[in-house]
């Protein structure tokens, strides 16, 4: 389907409502980060505004092109409107000033009330032109021509009414003349800031008739080389007088082409929003460090929030919504409203669409039209019969915490954190949980515990003897559990990575990762604390083969006892009665003496060969704690810190997307 | 009103080096206004007041002001006689101002005394386009004697310079002679213009140009209508009608009235006496108000020097108090010290050995002793950096909340921008330097150190950290040479405690004295908690009133030496305050003092 369809027709492809879907998405996510280094308040409430105002514009009839004739006072402004229009509508006069009211005059006037009324021009200002009998005048058909008050005299009235037009119209008309063309009032107030309108903007140097033509030539190149170094080199310049009429007709030849192109609307808006997307790069800058956009990921990421209420208006007005998830809100609702009554698929046929496609529509049509108007437009009023619920809450309240929308597939936040850092801040997590300390007095309390077992009984009397405590009880005694991690380690460790990630953004972005790094940071000490606990193993174990080794060594001590004490019974019962060769065997001594030592060096060299063992099982245990411990500690700063910060980074990087988006719009898809 | 001029001379040399004087080192709300008014001040002393003061037989100044396009230098030409302003349909065209005057009274103009801050130029021949803002002086023998009239450009025009210019002449001149068009009597500009020539009280002169001849009467009438209405009190008033321009001049009966007018005023010495007069004390009244104003603007600036300050103190105070619990509550027993602690019990490296005391140290023998230090020399380099890094994280947090809070308020904020931008600077100054004459030699070091602390003001200096470590260094070692003399004394029990483990033992109850309730500990009797166990094996030592002692005096040496840390951290940023430039707290108090001064010997 095509703008045909619906009989709008010569209207130029824009991406204006992506290029303010995405400014409304800028504004969602600066307005969470003002302060006085974040996102300027002024800037924020001017991008609202234009959304607002560009809703309103949109809404109202696209047939009609808003031409101002703005200018000092005592220009003419009155006389080539009166000149234009043919008749004496606005009075023009010696006095200064004159024109206190904005008058308007309206070439086909069908449609062009509600533009009236919301440039809010008094009824008795309002004249018309009944165009099609005119004479050489179709070509103006779908002109409104306003008479703007002067924006230079001491009446304050009139130049708060001309900034409020001025911001409204689509097109501009300055009218100047020989004696004020080069006053600051014009070129400081209006024609420098909306430099970048050039292409909405047209000079007139009126009263040529008080010059000479070598005068007027000079004066206009004058005016040309002025306009040229404020940078308005796209403006053209027509030199024209009311008194005589020389150059009106190139004038009104001017105006009918910009009424034929019917494009000044849209043309002011995208001026409007290249102005403002300017003034956004200040809080964009490189993309985070040592971060690669995940490509399938950044699809999804670039559908704004907005999609969520889309996708509701979409399923109230037809099933195709859920198909439609990856497409853009506006897209989804025209999907939604053609269903419903066929509203133009592209976006820009349904904002040029005059009032009777969605006036005279059913109900689907309205929800359909004003939801494509939902993002920047929360106040739209047809919406809040048919939808309460969406046009209650402004768009972006619809949107998760993470700032997608509630539909959108989740990209895990913790992409956005760069390796490196985030490797670093683990480290530094560990130290301070003291990890390395806790696994290796984990090493030493293995060894000592498996030496009550396995060790050399007299070498460990000889240590009880020393005052060493026993190792069994030390080893009972040993509460076990590093509760807590360093505090002051913690914080230094975010501090560095915030400092390593953030500190290359831009202004508020430095500060808000900084901030979202640090927002759990109370809970860390605990969490730190617990997760190496939990990585441990239990600190009493006694592993099986020490016993079996306790009892041997044991037994060798017995034995090496009980050959000692045969060795005595010899020596003592020598000489004796030989009541048996076993105890009055002299020559046996020797034998049972070797013995005896072999057995102390077995018990001696078991327990070497054990506690070697042991250090080696301890050793094994030990990279198994470290590995587990870390896992944990490596699951903790993912939870506690790069979860957050990621989220951040994942605003930051969408901040940028969106700004890029804004400053080009999409490309269309044709 | 009979002024002695040397009284008011040396009154106004006074409020001049006052004004001169006032310290405008902070960025406070309007302080850029200040700024502005301050320049204007002087600038209104030293082109007006000060000659005038000095030479009071000098020509009266009549500046021709006006929106571009009335006819200004027209007017001029046709008063003259002669070319000597350049005129055209171009706007703005006069882009030098033009002094003409008599050809006796040039002299008065060729010297530096009137405006002294602009560079003049004698006019030969006819007008030239000039150089912008250079003082073009055009001697005719057409301009009557003792009177001056400077032709100034536009005050409305897209050249911001002219209007600024044109404020300039105005402040500098005796008479003003103001120009507008019928097209343009309306505008903005032309009343801002009137009204401070109403408040300047100054003589005033208005001149209506360019009138069609069909409208004079109600043009005149609306614009005498809203001249009143704005209480502007120009008695004289002249109209020109539109006419056809005669060679580039204007006929005679359209200038001869204000030719008559200012002839009359050169000429009359009551009249001319009266222009003079009307026209100094309405500066000088001027002066009653904005003198003062600037004065408490001085003040605000000294509020709000004293409350950056305060703020940077406040942070660092508080830093230190967090240091002077957090040393004692036991949070820094936790993570790797808990941990090595707990290794040391379990191994009792720390409790008293049966034999010579001097012996254990290096008598641990072991596989532990192969692997590396010992358990109780890792347990002293936990605690070490554990202390370290919580001095780095108090001083890192204080600084971060000094910047916050200098960031809140605009001055804060310019004065760290201009802080950094100077370090930065200083930093490339010293690389181009050092490539052009290679490192310098020993003074490398601290150079490299001081540039890198151009990183941020929102952390501690990059060298706290190593700072911290010798401080800590130093207070161990002094700690351990006090636990030594006290365990000399002949009160002591001699129990086989290494010095090594003595002094561990006192860090690790000195950082857990006032630590909360312990946690239950396990009912065995050697239960070996970190909070109580080191106490226990102290007092059977030393007994509890000299370990108190000792507590005490081993954590006031660390604090001492915390604060010292903390006061290099600060004065970072007092220095930044003191080298934004000295803000005297008399300076306001002078102000007044002169501008009294000044109103007395009026």
């Keep these: 389907m095509t703008a045909n369809a619906i009989g709008v027709t010569g209207l130029p492809s824009t991406n204006v409502p992506a290029r303010l879907a995405s400014l409304t998405e800028l504004t969602r996510i600066g307005s969470s980060r003002t302060g006085s280094d974040g996102f300027s308040p002024e800037l924020l409430a001017e991008t609202e505004t234009l959304l607002r105002r560009s809703g309103e514009r949109m809404r109202r009839s696209a047939s009609h092109t808003v031409v101002a004739l703005a200018g000092g006072t005592g220009s003419g402004k009155s006389s080539l409107f009166n000149a234009l229009a043919g008749a004496s509508f606005s009075p023009a006069g010696v006095m200064r000033p004159t024109t206190k009211h904005s008058h308007a005059c309206v070439w086909g006037m069908e449609g062009a009330a509600p533009l009236l009324d919301w440039l809010s021009v008094q009824r008795r200002h309002r004249y018309a032109r009944a165009s099609a009998l005119d004479e050489g005048e179709t070509s103006l058909t779908g002109l409104l021509l306003l008479d703007l008050p002067d924006h230079d005299s001491v009446v304050t009235g009139s130049v708060a009414m001309v900034d409020r037009l001025v911001k409204l119209v689509d097109m501009l008309v300055w009218v100047l003349d020989p004696l004020k063309y080069a006053d600051a009032a014009v070129h400081r107030r209006y024609l420098v800031p909306l430099a970048g309108h050039a292409a909405v903007t047209m000079v007139v140097l009126n009263q040529a008739d008080t010059l000479s033509p070598d005068q007027a030539a000079d004066c206009e190149a004058d005016l040309r080389r002025l306009l040229d170094a404020e940078g308005l080199t796209e403006t053209p310049v027509l030199v024209t007088s009311a008194l005589t009429g020389a150059g009106l007709d190139e004038l009104r030849l001017s105006l009918a082409s910009a009424v034929a192109a019917r494009r000044a609307a849209t043309d002011r808006i995208t001026a409007d929003i290249d102005a403002l997307v300017d003034r956004y790069a200040v809080y964009s800058g490189d993309p985070v460090p040592g971060w690669q956009p995940p490509e399938p990921a950044a699809v999804k990421l670039s559908a704004p929030p907005a999609a969520g209420a889309a996708v509701a208006a979409g399923a109230g007005s037809g099933p195709a919504s859920s198909p439609l998830a990856s497409r853009p809100p506006w897209e989804q609702a025209d999907g939604g409203g053609n269903l419903g009554n066929g509203v133009a698929k592209d976006p820009e046929g349904a904002l040029a669409a005059p009032g009777p496609a969605w006036q005279d529509g059913t109900g689907n049509g309205q929800a359909a039209v004003s939801a494509e108007w939902q993002p920047w437009q929360p106040t739209a009023a047809p919406v809040a019969e048919v939808s309460p619920a969406i046009t209650s809450r402004p768009p972006w309240e619809d949107a998760t915490l993470d700032g997608r929308s509630a539909g959108a597939p989740v990209v895990d936040p913790v992409t956005y954190v760069p390796a490196g850092p985030a490797g670093t801040l683990t480290t530094a997590f560990a130290k301070a949980a003291g990890v390395t300390a806790v696994t290796q007095t984990l090493n030493g309390v293995r060894e000592r515990s498996a030496a009550g077992y396995i060790g050399w009984p007299p070498a460990r009397l000889a240590g009880r003897l020393r005052g060493q405590p026993s190792a069994r009880k030390a080893a009972a005694a040993d509460p076990g559990d590093a509760a807590q991690a360093q505090r002051s380690d913690i914080d230094n460790a975010i501090t560095a990575f915030a400092d390593e990630v953030g500190a290359s953004l831009p202004e508020p972005w430095s500060r808000t990762v900084r901030e979202a790094a640090r927002s759990r940071a109370d809970e860390a000490q605990a969490v730190l604390g617990a997760a190496v606990a939990d990585g441990l193993p239990p600190r009493g174990k006694v592993t099986g083969w020490w016993r079996l080794v306790a009892v041997a060594q044991w037994l060798l001590m017995a034995l090496s006892l009980a050959g000692l004490i045969w060795i005595v019974v010899i020596l003592a019962a020598h000489g004796g009665h030989k009541s048996s060769s076993l105890i009055s065997d002299v020559s046996l001594a020797p034998w049972l003496g070797v013995m005896v030592a072999a057995l102390l060096l077995l018990g001696w060299l078991i327990a070497t060969w054990c506690q070697n063992m042991v250090v080696l099982a301890a050793d094994r245990e030990r990279e198994q704690a470290v590995h587990a411990v870390m896992t944990r500690i490596a699951a903790a700063t993912s939870d506690l810190v790069l979860v957050p910060t990621g989220r951040e980074l994942a605003e930051y990087e969408r901040f940028r997307t969106e700004l890029t988006s804004a400053r080009r719009g999409p490309p269309i898809a044709v | ?602």
Aim: aromatic letters at 6%.
């Design chain 2, 1 to 602: 009103m009979r002024v002695d001029a040397r009284l008011l001379e040396a009154a106004l040399l006074n409020l001049r080096k006052r004004i001169a004087a006032v310290p405008l080192v902070f960025e406070v709300t309007g302080s850029a206004e200040v700024k502005t008014e301050r320049t204007k001040l002087l600038s209104q002393i030293d082109d007006y007041l000060l000659p005038r003061v000095r030479r009071s037989a000098a020509p009266v100044l009549v500046a021709l002001v006006g929106s571009t396009g009335a006819g200004k230098s027209t007017l001029v030409n046709s008063i003259v006689g002669s070319h000597v302003s350049a005129t055209g349909v171009r706007r703005p065209t006069t882009n030098s101002p033009v002094l003409a005057c008599h050809p006796e009274d040039v002299d008065w103009f060729a010297e530096n005394n009137f405006l002294p801050t602009l560079p003049r130029v004698r006019q030969e021949g006819l007008a030239r386009p000039g150089r912008d803002g250079l003082l073009v002086l055009a001697a005719s023998e057409g301009m009557p004697r003792g009177i001056a009239l400077l032709d100034t450009p536009d005050i409305d025009s897209v050249v911001q310079a002219h209007h600024e210019f044109a404020y300039q002449f105005l402040d500098a001149s005796d008479l003003w002679l103001f120009m507008t068009s019928a097209s343009r009597y309306a505008d903005g500009p032309v009343w801002e213009i009137l009204q401070h020539a109403r408040d300047r009280k100054a003589s005033l002169g208005v001149v209506l140009s360019r009138v069609p001849q069909a409208y004079r009467t109600e043009l005149v009438e609306h614009f005498t209508a809203m001249l009143d209405a704005n209480g502007i009190g120009a008695e004289d008033r002249f109209v020109i009608l539109e006419t056809p321009l005669v060679d580039g001049m204007l006929p005679p009966d359209a200038y001869q009235p204000i030719r008559d007018w200012l002839a009359d005023t050169a000429a009359r010495a009551d009249r001319r006496v009266a222009v003079l007069t009307q026209t100094m004390s309405g500066v000088l009244d001027t002066f009653k108000s904005r003198v003062p104003a600037m004065a408490a603007h001085v003040e605000a600036q000294v509020v709000l020097r004293g409350r950056l300050r305060r703020g940077a103190e406040v942070a660092y105070e508080r830093a230190f108090a967090e240091a002077s619990t957090g040393t004692k509550n036991g949070a820094l027993l936790h993570g790797e010290v808990l941990a090595r602690w707990q290794d040391c019990m379990v191994g009792g490296d720390l409790r008293p050995r049966r034999g010579a005391r001097a012996a254990t140290a290096g008598s641990k023998k072991g596989k532990r002793a192969r692997r590396g230090p010992s358990r109780p020399a890792e347990l002293n380099g936990a605690l070490r950096s554990a202390i370290e890094s919580f001095i780095v994280s108090i001083a890192d947090r204080a600084a971060e909340h000094v910047d916050e809070n200098w960031r809140g308020s605009p001055a804060g904020a310019v004065l760290l921008a201009d802080a950094a931008a100077e370090q930065a600077r200083g930093e490339r100054a010293k690389q181009v330097f050092e490539a052009a004459f290679g490192p310098s030699g020993n003074g490398s070091t601290p150079g490299a150190a001081e540039a890198n602390q151009a990183t941020a003001f929102s952390r501690s200096a990059p060298d706290l950290q190593l700072r911290a470590a010798r401080a800590i260094g130093a207070w161990q070692e002094h700690l351990a040479r006090l636990v030594e003399v006290e365990y000399l004394r002949p009160a002591t029990k001699r129990t086989g405690f290494s010095d090594e483990a003595l002094s561990i033992l006192v860090l690790v109850a000195m950082l857990g004295e006032n630590a909360p309730a312990p946690q239950p500990e396990p009912a065995d009797a050697e239960g070996a908690g970190i909070y109580t166990e080191p106490r226990r094996l102290l007092t059977s030592v030393f007994g509890a009133v000299t370990l108190a002692g000792i507590l005490a005096r081993a954590r006031a040496d660390l604090l001492d030496r915390v604060r010292l840390l903390l006061d290099e951290e600060l004065v970072r940023f007092v220095k930044v305050i003191d080298e934004a430039g000295p803000c005297d707290d008399a300076a306001a108090v002078r102000l007044y003092q002169a501008e009294f001064s000044l109103e007395a010997v009026r």
